[in-house]
Nanobody, 124 residues
Framework: QVQLVESGGGSVQAGGSLRLSCAYSGSANYCMAWFRQTPGKEREAVAGIKGIDSTVYADSVKGRFTISKDVAQSTLYLQMNSLEPEDTAMYYC????????????????????WGQGTQVTVSS
């Protein structure tokens, strides 16, 4: 069973950068993704990775965010540049053995394992 622990969230001004990390252990991590959620809204996908180098991004973050996976370090990353106040949310990493085969773009209900979340706050 996979276990996930996120870190790297914080507060930053608009235009700044943050890098989120998600340390994972166990198997069933071929499909991994970052999601975010704000109060009163549904959890939305930010980026997904299949294996180690096949990636997809939400239109709202394309060109600003980069998802990557370091297998040697067992860590998933989300590099976030040019942050905007609209990026403020709780960010979660998720993993599943098959989710990325069932849908090209990450769907929350397909991911079995979730981290505890890390808060990102962007001020204007």
């Amino acid at each position: 069973q996979v276990q996930l622990v996120e870190s790297g969230g914080g507060s930053v001004q608009a235009g700044g950068s943050l890098r989120l990390s998600c340390a994972y252990s166990g198997s069933a991590n071929y499909c991994m993704a970052w999601f975010r959620q704000t109060p009163g809204k549904e959890r939305e996908a930010v980026a997904g990775i299949k294996g180690i180098d096949s990636t997809v991004y939400a239109d709202s973050v394309k060109g600003r965010f980069t998802i990557s996976k370091d297998v040697a370090q067992s860590t998933l990353y989300l590099q976030m540049n040019s942050l905007e106040p609209e990026d403020t949310a709780m960010y979660y990493c998720a993993a599943d053995a098959l989710a990325c085969f069932r849908a090209v773009f990450p769907i929350p209900s397909l991911y079995k394992t979730w981290g505890q979340g890390t808060q990102v706050t962007v001020s204007s």
